[in-house]
């Protein structure tokens, strides 16, 4: 290289380097201005889970392996362009050449194949998003993302060109100059214009990756010592938040997935990260979160949790949406359906109104024994359902029964308090952290060490959310202890069931496989409806929309219904109080004569009827 | 409009009972306590007129040192500050006692309105108010669903019977006695609760003793009755008697 070739390369570098690099720093120091909410527990699993999501992009595959693999070639390209772009700058740079030494030519060489890789996803991808154009990505990601990809394609082809023509010259001539600096400046003008679009996801997808909990929705306790009362305006957004928002790739996993969204809300969990980064990059500071949504937005979201499973590269939506919340609730401003519950909390510790005396009824007539550590394995947690719904009371029932004839030792408490779990996801940190206290203490005073229970909302809220009070005990679902005591059952198929998935079973808590083991071995085929395991699609009954009586668009339930109708299946088993009162009013409205039944119902009828107990047909 | 609510503390609701010793009243050592619902809406209602005409909400509780916590959640929804007329023996007064108590915390405040629940979850005597409003001298009106203020007058509809209701104007000062039910109750916020720690709530000395007017000589539980009689004779007598002991003694017709 000439003289006036590297200078002119320095100030090129220099130029397009500090563009990318102030634009970084602004974007650092926002990040950094927030509080910092940044926990690193649980390493190994994290980084494990940066091996299999980052290196071998198992999210971006599994939910779509075409794509997912196009996309995969292109990142392992990328990677394995890292040293060859590094010797480029040097030797453009004037700082040493080693592109004439025999161990960068194998290297070279190596990456022939990546390079065809590359191209072929990118291709693959271009083609996508200028003709197929999926809804998801939106008008304007693909413009841009065209230009990239033409950027992507000419670095490539410049290689090939390097490689195959150039390399082999005696003296660089003129076109090998040409290439060499297209490549180069494009490289450049492409690390420029990183920060500004959805490509930042390049740099910090790894690490927000990294730093995304390891448990899904994790929404820390609120500190009241320090007076903290949840987000209210945008300069109360953690630093996760603020790395979220700078990190999103736009892809729109999370909006399609939504249930909300799908049923035309207005929410829409890729615009909110989105307007986050905007309002960041555009300090606005000091403006209210809801004014920066809409005020509908936030009490639209059922936490089902879809969104912050499907992205690829872990933005977490329900801590900055339940943060929201409780920054309005905070100030007296929870929508109006929530008031009437947060009475009924207040002044009778559940969410149905009955006193104490009716769940007493219902012990009594079940004769259950009030939980004793010298007497009982286990404690069964009824939950506002179990102990005052009539239906889930049946399938406690089942439960009870089907613990007895296992001669599992079980008792209750004499008193339960409403975990708290419709006051936590819809923001009343107050109300949730009243109720989990007095909960917790009862448990410890009882020194309760397993929980089983058949309601998934109280397994999240009790078993993960009730850590942060220090109180650590094996809490089961129903279906996950009946299944592990089931496992010789075998019972010839004899009807055609769908199984639907609680997200607060199959998402959150993982447990998709004990109830389709149990549905198998009780005698039934299980006909899969679309959305099912652990990408379920919500019944609209979570984060407190169980109360919502006038849900905009169509309803979430019954759109759930229809997915499940369209099994052809005749009968439903479900593994949630709420979901069965959601699934139930939707096929009510549908005129449907769809029967509903409980898992724990299903299974205890099964064994009664097969006279496999002593007490069959008791 | 400076207005004060009068919060009594009441045994929670769904709360197992047992009778105390002296068989005179329950055993309230180990119970716990909550704020008389009818008075959370007259809280309510005293807050809402607050937001529209301004002014300033006092919370005021006759008893012992417990129903400190009814102030705080009063304060806590809103109300300004709070007054606490404390002594041991206002735990079982009677209504009177009680009615006296409040009026020797609210009469140096000169206030423009005093509302009370309708009655108490426990006794439901619902005699507080009117006492009150008596000692304080001022008019008043009873089982309240409206309140309008109308040039330094109000306008009040009560519920009668049957679903009928009656407006009614009386002037300022006066009590009202609120019915649950007037009005959404608000629920208890973060901020609130924050502020309501920083908020006064000021001892004022209970009135010399007064004779109680009433007494209560016994409390137990209703008893369960079961009586099976046998009716005999023929199918037509005992038809015709089963009619008659239908009518005239079980009353059912
Ligand atoms: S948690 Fe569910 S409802 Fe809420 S934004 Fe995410 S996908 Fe939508
Ligand atoms: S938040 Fe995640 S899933 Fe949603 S568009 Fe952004 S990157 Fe995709």
Not at chain 1, 186 to 201: E, R, T, V
Not at chain 1, 333 to 345: D, F, I, S
Not at chain 2, 97 to 107: K, P, S, V
Not at chain 2, 150 to 172: D, M, Y
């Amino acid at each position: 290289m000439s003289g006036i070739e590297v200078w002119l390369f320095r100030l090129v570098f220099v130029a397009l380097v500090g563009w990318f690099a102030s634009q970084m720093l602004t974007r650092y120091r926002l990040v950094m201005a927030g509080a910092n909410n940044l926990s690193l527990d649980d390493v190994p699993g994290r980084v494990q889970r940066l091996v299999t999501e980052v290196v071998f992009q198992s999210k971006v595959i599994k939910a779509k392996p075409i794509v997912g693999t196009a996309h995969l070639f292109v990142f392992w390209g990328f990677c394995a362009f890292g040293l060859y772009t590094f010797v480029g700058f040097l030797q453009g740079l004037g700082v040493v050449d080693l592109s004439r030494r025999a161990w960068f030519h194998a290297y070279q060489a190596a990456l022939v194949p990546f390079c065809l890789a590359v191209l072929a996803g990118i291709v693959f991808l271009m083609i996508r998003r200028g003709i197929a154009r999926p809804a998801a990505l939106g008008a304007t990601v693909s413009r841009e993302s065209i230009m990239i990809g033409f950027f992507i394609v000419t670095l490539m082809v410049t290689f090939l060109l390097e490689f195959f023509v150039f390399g082999h010259q005696a003296s660089p001539t003129v076109a090998a100059r040409v290439n060499w600096w297209v490549h180069m400046v494009l490289i450049l003008l492409f690390l420029g214009l990183i920060p500004n679009s959805k490509h930042l996801h390049l740099l910090v997808s790894p690490l927000t990756l990294f730093l995304k909990s390891p448990q899904l929705q994790s929404v820390p306790n609120l500190d009241f010592e320090k007076e903290e009362v949840g987000f209210e305006a945008l300069k109360d957004l953690p630093a996760k938040a603020r790395l979220d928002a700078f990190t999103c790739v736009e892809c729109g996993r999370c909006q399609e997935n939504c249930p909300a969204f799908a049923t035309g809300k207005l929410l829409n969990p890729k615009a909110l990260i989105l307007q986050n980064e905007a309002a960041l990059l555009g300090g606005k500071h000091d403006t209210k979160l809801v004014d920066l949504y809409d005020e509908n937005v936030l009490w639209q979201c059922t936490t089902c949790g879809a969104c912050e499973n499907q992205c690829p590269v872990g933005i977490e939506h329900t801590p900055v949406i339940i943060g929201a919340r409780r920054g309005l609730v905070s100030n007296g401003e929870a929508a109006e359906y929530l008031t009437k519950v947060y009475n009924t909390l207040e002044r009778h510790q559940n969410i149905w109104g009955p006193g104490n005396d009716s769940r007493q009824k219902f012990i009594t007539s079940a004769g259950i024994d009030i939980f004793d550590p010298a007497k009982h394995e286990y404690l069964v947690w009824l939950g506002c359902a179990g102990a005052l719904e009539a239906d889930f009371q049946r399938s406690l029932r089942a439960l009870f029964d089907i613990l007895r004839a296992k001669g599992v030792t079980f008792g209750v408490l004499a008193r339960e308090r409403c975990t708290g779990d419709v006051a936590k996801r819809s923001g009343n940190e107050f109300l949730f952290q009243e109720l989990a206290t007095q909960n917790v203490d009862d448990f410890k005073a009882k020194q309760v060490k397993k929980i089983v229970t058949s309601c998934p909302h109280c397994l999240k809220t009790i078993g993960h959310d009730y850590r942060h009070f220090g109180f650590e005990a094996e809490v089961l679902h129903s279906a996950t202890l009946v299944a592990r005591l089931t496992g010789g059952a075998h019972m010839a198929a004899d009807e055609t069931v769908t199984y639907h998935d609680p997200c607060y079973l199959g998402r959150y808590a993982g447990e998709h496989e004990a109830p389709r083991q149990l549905l198998a071995r009780f005698g039934a085929t299980v006909v899969e409806p679309e959305r099912n395991r652990d990408n379920p699609f919500c019944c609209g009954a979570g984060g407190g929309l169980l109360f919502e009586e006038h849900e905009p668009g169509k309803r979430i339930s019954e759109h759930r219904y229809e997915q499940l109708a369209a099994t052809g299946a005749s009968k439903v088993v479900v593994g949630c109080p709420f979901c069965s009162i959601m699934l139930k009013g939707a096929a009510a409205s549908a005129n449907a004569n769809t029967e509903f039944v409980d898992l724990m119902s299903y299974v205890d009828g099964k064994l009664k009827q097969a006279g496999a107990r002593p007490d069959a047909g008791a | 409009m400076k207005i004060a609510v009068c919060l009594k503390q009441v045994i929670k609701r769904d709360s197992t009972l047992r009778v105390d010793d002296a068989r005179t009243w329950v055993r309230d050592a180990d119970a716990e306590f909550e704020m008389n619902e009818p008075d959370a809406y007259a809280l309510e209602e005293a807050l809402r007129l607050k937001e529209q005409h301004g002014g300033e909400v006092i919370v005021v509780s006759a008893g012992p040192a417990r129903v400190q916590t009814v102030l705080r959640e009063g304060l806590a929804r809103g109300a300004d500050r709070a007054l606490h007329v404390e002594s041991d023996a206002l735990a079982q007064a009677d209504a009177f006692a009680i009615a006296g108590a409040l009026a020797a915390a609210i009469g140096p405040e000169q206030v423009d309105l005093v509302l009370t629940g309708l009655q108490s979850d426990d006794q439901g005597f619902a005699q507080v108010g009117v006492v009150l409003a008596e000692k304080l001298g001022i008019a008043h009106a009873t089982i309240i669903m409206e309140v309008k203020v109308e040039g330094g007058a109000l306008r009040v509809k009560r519920e009668l019977e049957g679903g009928w209701f009656q407006w009614v104007g009386l002037p300022l000062p006066a009590l009202l006695t609120i019915q649950s039910g007037i009005n959404t109750l608000r629920y208890a916020t973060l901020k609130g609760i924050m502020a309501a720690k920083k908020k006064e709530i000021r001892r004022v000395d209970a009135p010399a003793g007064v004779a109680p007017r009433q007494k209560i000589v016994s409390l137990y539980f209703p008893e369960k009755t079961k009586q099976t009689r046998m009716i005999t004779g023929s199918p037509a007598d005992a038809a015709r008697e089963l009619v008659r002991v239908l009518r005239e003694d079980a009353r059912v017709f």
